[in-house]
């Protein structure tokens, strides 16, 4: 099973809403990744989670805050945004950070910021 | 951030056709992997790479780790419509970091 999951697959806030993004992998992955994607671009890369510990920021602005609450669990807190930062955000997983990686991602959540 | 050069942009073949397309950098990766994505949905794996030379198949698709490390294509051959999407290489560098840079992607349209 290389299944990543995401919740909600859509959504839409105001600029002064809070929500929340959900991950989830059961692949015993020790290596979390949140990444944004805009229009036909690439995805870029926000946060990385090593054994459930922050270990990259990409100089990402303090309206996303990202919480690891357990190997299985990624989330992405979401306050105060902006309408540009409406994307398509994806979460991945890899066995770790060492060596050669194989990064698997989830389906994605779309989000409109009004 | 950084990106890979990755070509074409964008193809339209008809069904049936092979379909060839790249990855290159001046940068030395230690694995190449690439994936395909549907229009609201996230990258799906294709092929991994994990050493220079290496070819490596996945039914119609075929994948291949450059000698020098710094490039990688990816064949498909006989092409069908559900092979409509965007493709994206991506390298992991050399040091061993956490991080893959992505390609630009080419968008794959097949005509039936």
């Known amino acids: 099973d290389t299944e990543v999951t995401q919740t909600p697959k859509h959504l839409v806030m105001g600029m002064t809403n809070k929500k929340s993004l959900k991950c989830e992998q059961h692949?015993?992955?020790?290596?979390m990744y949140w990444y944004k994607q805009k229009a036909k671009k690439p995805p870029e890369l926000m946060f990385v989670?090593?054994?459930?510990?922050?270990?990259i920021n990409e100089s990402v602005p303090s309206r996303f805050s990202p919480e690891c609450p357990n190997s299985s669990l990624l989330n992405l807190h979401l306050h105060a945004l902006q309408p540009e930062d409406s994307a398509l955000y994806l979460c991945?997983?890899?066995?770790?950070?060492?060596?050669?990686?194989?990064?698997?991602f989830g389906p994605g959540t779309r989000l409109l910021v009004l | 951030g950084q990106q890979l050069n990755q070509s074409p942009q964008s193809m339209f073949i008809q069904e049936g056709e092979d379909v060839s397309m790249n990855c290159t950098s001046s940068?030395?990766?230690?694995?190449w992997l690439w994936y395909k994505q549907e229009p609201g949905e996230g990258p799906v794996l294709l092929i991994a790479?994990?050493?220079?030379?290496e070819l490596t198949s996945n039914g119609r698709l075929t994948a291949q780790f450059g000698i020098t490390r710094k490039d990688s294509f990816l064949n498909i051959s006989a092409s069908i419509p559900s092979d409509v999407g965007i493709y994206f290489c991506?390298?992991?560098?050399?040091?061993?970091?956490?991080?893959?840079?992505f390609g630009t992607g080419t968008r794959l349209k097949v005509l039936a």
């Open positions: 790479l994990y050493k220079a030379g």
């Open positions: 692949m015993g992955h020790r290596a």
């Open positions: 940068s030395i990766f230690n694995t």
């Open positions: 989670y090593s054994y459930e510990k922050l270990s």
């Open positions: 991506a390298g992991q560098v050399v040091s061993g970091t956490y991080k893959y840079i």
């Open positions: 991945a997983s890899s066995q770790g950070l060492a060596g050669p990686l194989t990064q698997y």
